[in-house]
Every structure is written in C-alpha cells, then in structure tokens.
C-alpha cells in the first residue's frame, strides 16, 4: 500500500512582532501572512513603494558576508537566516514575510522569537504534497577557508557539527536530528556569537548599530561576555547548526539528508545549497513527463492560438501538457524535418536553432501569464534574456519539453520567468527571460 503523502504547510493566521534591526539600529515590524500551496516563503517590503516580494531561494542571494542576504534590482533583505530556519525547521512551507525595513529584528540573536511567533499563527496543513530534496549519493563541498559540509543519504534531516573559532578555540560538537520538537528545544534558542577581533572594525565603523551583548554573545580572547550565562555548554555549535538550516532553506524543499559540517559559514552553507539546486534542476529534467496526455490541464492546439497571436511558421507551441500551481507550465513542441528554419539552418546537418528554442520558451512563458491575468488583450515583447545556454543540439525527430516557471512579476506589465528545454531527459537549453506585456 502507497504511504500517505506528507502535506505542505502554512501558518494559520496573520501574526507579527516588532523590534531592533541588527545593522542599522532601527525599529521594525516583521508580520507573517498565510500563502497558498507551492508559494514557497517570500520577503515582501511594506517601506518600498509598489510593496515588491522576493522570493527565498539560492538564486536571489546575494551576499554572506556575516549574514545571509537576498536581493533582486535594487531590493535587499538582510539577514534572513534566523527566519528562514525557524519557519523550515517548525514545518512551514509557505508564507509571506512582510517587514517594513531592510531586514528582520534580532531579537535576542537567535531563533526563539521567530518560533514563538509561529506557534502564536499555528501551523495549517494544505492540500499539496511536500516537496523533498532526497539525498541519493554523498555530496560535498570544501571552501579555501577550513569549512568542510558533506551530505549523505538518510531517511530523515539531521545534522551533525563541529564548530572551531581562531586558534580552534571553544571547539564543539553537536549531532542532531532536526524535527520541530527538537528544533524549538535544542537549536533556536542558541545566541549569534562573534569574535571580538572581527567586529571591532566594523564597531569602530559604527555599522552594526543595534548590536549589543543583548542580542548577541562576544568571544574576545578565552573571555565570553554575553548579559546573561550561555543557555547551552555547547551554545556556538548549536548556533552555527541554526544558520546551516537557515541557508539550506533557500533551496526550497525539506531535505532528506545527513549534514556533516566542520567549521561551517554562511559562504560554505550557500555552496552547498546551490549544489542541491543544480541537483534538483537536474532530476526535475530527467523526471519530465514522455507521454503527451490530454486533460483539464492543458491547453491544445485551437487553445493556445486563441491566447497567441502567432501563426506558422513562427508558432513553438504546439501543446500545453499542464500547469503546476499558480507558477509552472510544462508544454510541448515536436521537431520535424518539415519545419521551414531547417531549409536554410546546417541544410546538410538540420539543427534547431537555439534562437528558435529561446522563443519557445518565451511562448510558454506568456501562456502563462496570461492564464493568471485572464485576459489576452496584450501582447508580451522580450526584454531581456539572461544566463541563456545551449547545452545540446536539437534535431529533427526530437520531442522537446518546455518548462517554465514564473519567478517575477510587477502588476500585469512586467514579468521574469526561468524556462529550460528538455529533450530525451537531457536539458538542451536554458534561460530567465524577461518581457513587457502591451495593450494590442
């Protein structure tokens, strides 16, 4: 008998909390909104005008440097990884951060506040299944400065690390399965700690204006100075486990896995999440659907053009196979000696052109959006076309798949979508697209 899937999870109501930012010293209120399923976690800034989100996964980090930061154009959020575990670890899939600053309060420097606010929202089950990320073979990642995370094949999330500050000072070790229950009792409570030696420039700088030994512990020398006594003997290692679960959420699914780490940061935990990303685009190619099945889903042929306006011989859709959420779309295109670009395009070695695969993409892509604006009164124009990459050569006789997924939209004018080609469980091309819609 098939095991019941395990569901996705949002919180159950709307519930906020205001308090200190770390680097600038100010006030602000962090709020969490509910989210339907396959929403993922995203940021939203209440200061900024048009209120823009971003989404929490690897490709919108920017920078570790002491902290994780994500950013898309001109917008940034600071500091997320203490949310971000909280909200993995207690189970939440799906959610909207909103927050009227650059980045959250601090708190008391970990993760305590953040799980006290998620159990004032409770916790609600969707109807989605769970993504997972399963660990099939070892993976690792080794950075020029000592950090070492490794991460094998286990049936549940776990995590087990060393911890070792300058000179291997306050080396600890700490292994430990990750579970809501053991979360909130072991890990969130443990303090953001830093080295005096590497925060004193910045101090003198006055760049860390709400720092103080209330919302973090200061090692300096053999002397730990921090306003009330460690809460664990092994407190820093408990932290550094904080933070890995922090930057692994960026990877978007619940990790089935054992992380082994030895003197982790926020640059080696980044690594490894991309790693898992690459793995995961991999798989999700090599899992595309072969059949072409008909079905509420999708879209055939006489649908689509009344969506499109194009026509052979400039038509690269030539079905819909389904949608997935609010976001996703998977289309088809068959390739045949009969198609006009192979008369002039390496006649004596027909080849698609990658141009023509890029358009695909884009076509997909405006199905899309125009499913969710429910109108087909516009006609979308490339912008830009970004990371674009042609892997393998499309031939005549192949089946490609076309996916594509909306990444960013600003009102029904503006939108970025990140597509791929899959033809024989290989990704031949890839790109994140982004185009303007027009009134006709």
């Known amino acids: 008998m098939a095991s019941i899937p395990e569901l996705q999870h949002t919180v159950g109501k709307t519930a906020g909390f205001s308090g200190t930012s770390l680097h600038t010293g100010e006030k602000v209120s962090l709020k969490l909104h509910p989210a339907p399923a396959d929403h993922g976690i995203k940021f939203k800034r209440k200061d900024l005008q048009d209120e823009p989100t971003i989404d929490a996964n690897i490709d919108n980090l920017k920078t570790v440097e ?48 953040y799980v006290d606010l998620i159990k004032k929202a409770g916790v609600t ?15 690792h990642v080794e950075s020029k400065t000592g950090a070492l995370l490794v991460l094998l094949p286990d049936d549940t999330f776990r995590i087990s690390c060393t911890q070792a500050g300058p ?6 070790f700490l292994s430990t399965e990750i579970t809501p229950a053991i979360f909130e009792r072991e890990i969130a409570p443990a303090r953001t700690f830093v080295y005096y030696e590497d925060v004193q420039p910045l101090m003198e700088k006055n760049l860390i204006k709400g720092g103080s030994l209330e919302n973090a512990i200061v090692i300096r020398g053999d002397a730990v100075l921090s306003k009330e006594p460690l809460r664990f003997a092994d407190e820093f290692v408990r932290h550094k486990i904080l933070d890995i679960i922090g930057d692994l959420a960026l990877v978007g699914r619940q990790i089935r896995g054992h992380v082994v780490a030895v003197k982790p ?35 055939d042929t006489d649908e689509i053009m009344k969506i499109l306006p194009h026509r052979y011989p400039f038509l690269m859709v030539d079905r819909v196979i389904g949608f997935e959420g609010e976001n996703k779309i998977t289309a088809v295109k068959s390739i045949t000696i009969n198609e006009p670009f192979f008369q002039g395009h390496f006649p004596g070695h027909p080849v698609m052109p990658g141009v023509m695969q890029v358009e695909a993409m884009a076509q997909v892509a405006s199905l899309l959006l125009f499913k969710l604006a429910k109108t087909t009164s516009r006609i979308g124009y490339f912008m830009s076309a970004d990371g674009v990459k042609f892997r393998k050569p499309v031939l005549p006789g192949d089946t490609m798949f076309i996916h594509a997924e909306l990444t960013k939209s600003r009102g029904e004018r503006l939108a970025k979508a990140k597509c791929h080609c899959v033809v024989n469980d290989a990704v031949v091309s890839e790109g994140e697209l982004m185009f303007m819609f027009l009134d006709k």
């Open 66 to 113: 002491r902290a994780t930061t994500l950013g898309e154009g001109a917008m940034r959020v600071h500091t997320v990884e203490h949310v971000l575990a909280a909200l993995s670890a207690m189970g939440v899939d799906n959610a909207v951060v909103e927050m009227d600053a650059n980045e959250p309060p601090i708190g008391d420097g970990s993760a305590q506040s």
């Open 125 to 139: 089950a969707q109807e989605q299944p769970r993504r997972f990320f399963d660990v099939r073979e070892p993976m």
């Open 167 to 172: 000179n291997n000072r306050f080396a600890q």
């Open 265 to 299: 940061g926020h640059a080696a935990n980044a690594e490894l999440a991309r790693a898992l990303a690459r793995e995961q685009t991999r798989r999700s190619a090599m899992s595309a659907p072969r059949a072409i099945p008909l079905g509420d889903g999708g879209l």
